[in-house]
């Protein structure tokens, strides 16, 4: 599963950006995509998550202003809206897709990470 990320660019306080995340590649189901980011020096923290029935969850600290937004297809979508410069980071976003089972069942799981896209926030 490969997975291109996009969007990431610098910002000042109170502005909007949106990152999209595209999975591509052979595999059953898409299950969880999902958005962390690493801040310098920092651990990798868990940002916002859409799961497969279309629930989802956020990060207290992004919560409503953040949107997570998957389409039709294999690309989810991160609104990102009253940017801080704690929302400085390296974003990344994170697929759990189902690999190809017997016949037209879905196999086991897998997750993959992007490469992750630079969000820049300046007072």
């Known amino acids: 599963v490969q997975l291109q990320a996009s969007g990431g660019g610098s910002v000042q306080a109170g502005g909007s950006l949106k990152l999209s995340c595209t999975a591509s590649?052979?595999?059953?189901?898409?299950?969880?995509m999902a958005w962390y980011r690493q801040a310098l020096g920092k651990q990798r923290e868990f940002v916002a998550r859409?799961?497969?029935?279309?629930?989802t969850d956020y990060a207290a600290s992004v919560k409503d202003r953040f949107t997570i937004a998957r389409d039709s297809g294999n690309t989810v979508a991160l609104y990102m809206n009253d940017l801080t410069p704690e929302d400085t980071g390296v974003y990344y976003c994170?697929?759990?897709?189902?690999?190809?089972?017997?016949?037209?069942?879905?196999?086991?799981?897998?997750?993959?990470w992007g490469q992750g896209t630079l969000v820049t926030v300046s007072s």
């Open positions: 994170k697929v759990d897709v189902f690999l190809h089972g017997k016949g037209w069942s879905p196999g086991r799981t897998s997750t993959s």
């Open positions: 590649g052979s595999f059953h189901s898409i299950s969880n």
């Open positions: 859409t799961r497969s029935l279309g629930e």
